[in-house]
């Protein structure tokens, strides 16, 4: 008995918290304090006490406990009978309800749904709602059937690639696209899921939008773009968009290929986009959006962290793994693109510490989560400007000797390293043929060279 009224102190002592709630009389905000922990995580509900130093303790009639029991039962639906104790502390008498997670949920009171944040009761949203509903069912939003959809509006061929890529890996499945889609339940009764809608869009989905800009300061931007097509495309796409805008050294190593040395870990970068596109809150009316300084890239995502989750969470490694897309998640993971479930942050970490790049800065604000990824060479994050001094060596050119041509073709390069043919073309005006002897003959000269693969790659400023 000791051994349990020191750890009803220590409980007490603790204050309320996220499973322990104290109230000072068993009425209206009891129950719904009950309601809250079925729709979480379960707690206890004391009564009988204002804090931890105010203790009041409570008058017990020969009925009550039965009474307030079937007060709790018919308030709530589903009806909640949770476990009670009385217990002596400090010569008062206290009532605690022990309230087990619901199975089923979400429970309400008498119309009315509360969950519980942290330390306190809340009303829960309709996306709150319908969520709980979903985890009844073992599901996700991305599961629903979108009735306003139809075959028409996703790509059977699209459905064929990914089929071939999972079966590159070793699986064996069939493949025939709509036995795919009917096997994985994304497509049911002849109808497709938001999830089948979203992955293999045809042309466009109005949800997906992510917007990307490569910005001079917070007001002026120099580059822009906008991906809203299907999600395993839009992977790579926002991929390409923030590699064409970061810098690129080439390290002379002596060995048949010089090394290059990115200003930002690629492989961790593109983690971070693959998280943006599998956990996105896709029914928020905000959009996702990438900025690009010279010293810093911003990514914003639309959904807050799940669970109660906090960023301390995030950065220790310390939490489960919670899906808020379960059937896109699924099927990156059978890609091959997510190889464990809740691993992610804690490799991108890693990847920022081993390539000697700060710490990334995780925020949650507004709507959203914001993942902050410095430079290379930044000393502090306190304070990134968000123009840095230019990285091209201090050393000028020398272009005596430069026709008019090749002039303007090099400043059009100088302008926005890491450029394309028809990037060139635009700045210049010139027709592609005349642009690519301009581009060969600056090579020639070692004023700019080519870097990276023939897709993907760039002209940059020796």
Same mark, same amino acid.
């Given at each position: 008995?000791?051994? %349990?009224?020191?750890?009803?102190?220590?409980?007490?002592?603790?204050?309320?918290?996220?499973?322990?709630?104290?109230?000072?009389?068993?009425?209206?905000?009891?129950? &719904?304090?009950?309601?809250?922990?079925?729709? +979480?995580?379960? !707690?206890?509900?004391?009564?009988? #006490?204002?804090?931890?130093?105010?203790?009041?303790?409570?008058?017990?009639?020969? $009925?009550?406990?039965?009474?307030? *029991?079937?007060?709790?039962?018919?308030?709530?639906?589903?009806?909640? /009978?949770?476990?009670?104790?009385? #217990?002596?502390?400090?010569?008062? %008498? #206290?009532?605690?309800?022990?309230?087990?997670?619901?199975?089923?949920?979400?429970?309400?009171?008498?119309?009315?749904?509360?969950?519980?944040?942290?330390?306190?009761?809340?009303?829960?949203?309709?996306? =709150?709602?319908?969520?709980?509903?979903?985890?009844?069912?073992?599901?996700?939003?991305?599961?629903?059937?979108?009735?306003?959809?139809?075959? &028409?509006?996703?790509?059977?061929?699209?459905?064929?690639?990914?089929?071939?890529?999972?079966?590159?890996?070793?699986?064996?499945?069939? %493949?025939?696209?709509?036995?795919?889609?009917? +096997?994985?339940?994304?497509?049911?009764?002849?109808?497709? %899921?938001?999830?089948?809608?979203?992955?293999?869009?045809?042309?466009?989905?109005?949800?997906?939008?992510?917007?990307?800009?490569?910005? /001079?300061?917070?007001?002026?931007? +120099?580059?822009?773009?906008?991906?809203?097509?299907?999600?395993?495309?839009?992977?790579?796409?926002?991929?390409?968009?923030?590699?064409?805008?970061?810098?690129?050294?080439?390290?002379?190593?002596?060995?048949? =290929?010089?090394?290059?040395?990115?200003?930002?870990?690629?492989?961790? /970068?593109?983690?971070?986009?693959?998280?943006?596109?599998?956990?996105?809150?896709?029914?928020?009316?905000? $959009?996702?959006?990438?900025?690009?300084?010279?010293?810093?890239?911003?990514?914003?995502?639309?959904?807050?962290?799940?669970?109660?989750?906090?960023?301390?969470?995030?950065?220790?490694?310390?939490?489960?793994?919670? *899906?808020?897309?379960?059937?896109?998640?699924?099927?990156?993971? $059978?890609?091959? =693109?997510?190889?464990?479930?809740?691993?992610?942050?804690?490799?991108?970490?890693?990847?920022?510490?081993?390539?000697?790049?700060?710490?990334? +800065?995780? @925020?949650?604000?507004?709507? !959203?989560?914001?993942?902050?990824?410095?430079?290379?060479?930044?000393?502090?994050?306190? $304070?990134?400007?968000?123009?840095?001094?230019?990285?091209?060596?201090?050393?000028?050119?020398?272009?005596?000797?430069?026709?008019?041509?090749?002039?303007?073709?090099? @400043?059009?390069?100088? =302008?926005?390293?890491?450029?394309?043919?028809?990037?060139?073309?635009?700045?210049? !005006?010139?027709?592609?043929?005349?642009?690519?002897?301009?581009?060969?003959?600056?090579? &020639?000269?070692? #004023? /700019?060279?080519?870097?990276?693969?023939?897709?993907?790659?760039?002209?940059?400023?020796?």
């Amino acid at each position: 008995m000791q051994k %349990t009224l020191d750890n009803l102190a220590a409980l007490l002592a603790a204050g309320e918290s996220a499973t322990v709630e104290f109230k000072t009389s068993f009425n209206q905000e009891a129950i &719904e304090a009950i309601c809250a922990f079925a729709n +979480k995580r379960g !707690g206890i509900v004391f009564v009988g #006490l204002k804090n931890s130093e105010k203790i009041l303790g409570v008058q017990l009639a020969q $009925e009550s406990l039965q009474t307030w *029991l079937n007060e709790i039962k018919s308030k709530t639906e589903p009806a909640l /009978i949770p476990e009670v104790k009385v #217990l002596e502390y400090k010569g008062k %008498t #206290l009532v605690a309800f022990i309230v087990r997670e619901n199975a089923i949920k979400p429970v309400s009171v008498q119309g009315r749904y509360f969950v519980r944040h942290e330390n306190s009761n809340h009303v829960m949203s309709l996306t =709150e709602i319908s969520d709980s509903v979903l985890q009844t069912q073992n599901s996700s939003w991305d599961y629903v059937l979108d009735e306003s959809g139809s075959l &028409e509006d996703i790509s059977l061929e699209k459905v064929s690639e990914s089929i071939a890529r999972i079966n590159a890996r070793g699986r064996k499945i069939p %493949t025939d696209p709509m036995d795919f889609l009917r +096997k994985n339940r994304l497509m049911r009764d002849g109808k497709l %899921t938001f999830a089948a809608q979203m992955l293999f869009a045809k042309d466009w989905h109005v949800n997906t939008a992510v917007q990307m800009g490569r910005f /001079i300061d917070a007001i002026h931007i +120099k580059d822009r773009d906008e991906a809203h097509g299907d999600l395993v495309t839009q992977v790579d796409q926002l991929f390409g968009f923030v590699k064409k805008h970061i810098n690129c050294a080439v390290v002379i190593s002596g060995k048949p =290929e010089n090394d290059l040395v990115w200003d930002y870990p690629l492989e961790a /970068i593109r983690e971070i986009i693959l998280n943006m596109v599998v956990h996105r809150d896709y029914r928020s009316a905000s $959009e996702s959006c990438i900025k690009i300084f010279d010293a810093r890239i911003e990514f914003f995502n639309p959904g807050s962290l799940l669970d109660d989750m906090t960023v301390e969470d995030l950065l220790n490694n310390s939490y489960l793994s919670t *899906l808020r897309n379960k059937a896109i998640a699924n099927h990156f993971h $059978e890609l091959g =693109e997510i190889e464990k479930y809740g691993s992610g942050v804690t490799r991108v970490l890693q990847m920022f510490r081993e390539a000697g790049n700060p710490e990334l +800065k995780i @925020e949650v604000t507004g709507t !959203g989560v914001k993942v902050t990824a410095f430079a290379l060479g930044v000393k502090t994050t306190d $304070e990134v400007p968000d123009k840095m001094p230019n990285k091209i060596p201090n050393k000028v050119p020398d272009k005596t000797g430069l026709s008019n041509a090749e002039n303007k073709v090099f @400043e059009a390069v100088k =302008e926005n390293n890491g450029c394309g043919v028809k990037n060139v073309m635009s700045k210049t !005006g010139f027709s592609d043929r005349h642009v690519r002897n301009n581009l060969a003959s600056l090579i &020639e000269k070692k #004023l /700019i060279e080519r870097r990276g693969s023939k897709k993907t790659g760039g002209y940059f400023v020796v």
